[in-house]
């Protein structure tokens, strides 16, 4: 199976957000990312329901919803109603993890749990039968553009030994950094998903760096 792309759309230019949505449609790319803070867990603010409802009506394609918030289970239902098809939490945003993994599945969307640079993949065990996606950061959450982490490579490998082992079968997908350098060596280690946002969007070409790493 060929890698899932799933373009950020907080990098996207914001005044012509329709035209890019519709790049993303019109490409290779399998999904929309969007990245969601409020300025408490991470040090930035990003966009709301409103905005997303307006992405929803244009997508035709899978809405990747990444919660950098916290309390994220408060906000479940509502962004089930914004359209919201896999729910991302953060492992350290949650206090009941396991339960807040159940109110996902509960309102029909698929569940993912992400993790910090600083997180052992070994915290997941306990739950790794229950997701479809873990994603791996491979920046520091809260701002786009940032240097990719080296060590994510060995993070990947671990964890998709951990996936074997438990017999599990979500996907693992990778935000932060992601270029077309990396993007090999990341499918190498066991990727099934990259996150790309500065460098599709600020791309000459966005469509065409979507198909390069489509094709990695």
């Not at 244009?58 to 809405?63: G, S």
């Not at 309102?107 to 600083?118: E, F, S």
């Not at 701002?143 to 060995?154: D, H, L, V």
């Amino acid at each position: 199976m060929s890698v899932i792309i799933a373009p950020s759309i907080l990098a996207a230019d914001f005044g012509n957000l329709q035209r890019d949505c519709e790049m993303v449609n019109n490409s290779k790319s399998d999904w929309f990312h969007l990245d969601i803070m409020d300025g408490v867990f991470v040090p930035n603010i990003s966009y709301g329901m409103p905005i997303i409802n307006k992405i929803n009506e244009v997508a035709t394609k899978t809405l990747d919803v990444h919660l950098m918030i916290i309390d994220p289970e408060r906000y479940i239902e509502t962004f089930k109603n914004v359209g919201a098809d896999i729910l991302t939490v953060h492992y350290e945003a949650c206090t009941h993890l396991h339960k807040t993994i159940q109110s996902i599945k509960s309102n029909g969307m698929k569940a993912g749990v992400a993790l910090n640079p600083h997180t052992s993949v070994d915290l997941l065990k306990d739950v790794l039968n229950d997701l479809d996606l873990v994603l791996v950061m491979s920046v520091n959450p809260g701002f786009g553009g940032q240097s990719f982490i080296e060590n994510t490579y060995e993070k990947v490998r671990n964890l998709r030994i951990l996936r074997e082992k438990s017999g599990s079968d979500f996907i693992i997908e990778i935000d932060g950094g992601v270029n077309i350098t990396n993007a090999p060596k990341l499918i190498e280690a066991g990727a099934d998903a990259l996150v790309a946002g500065s460098f599709v969007f600020k791309s000459d070409n966005p469509t065409q760096t979507i198909e390069d790493l489509k094709n990695c």
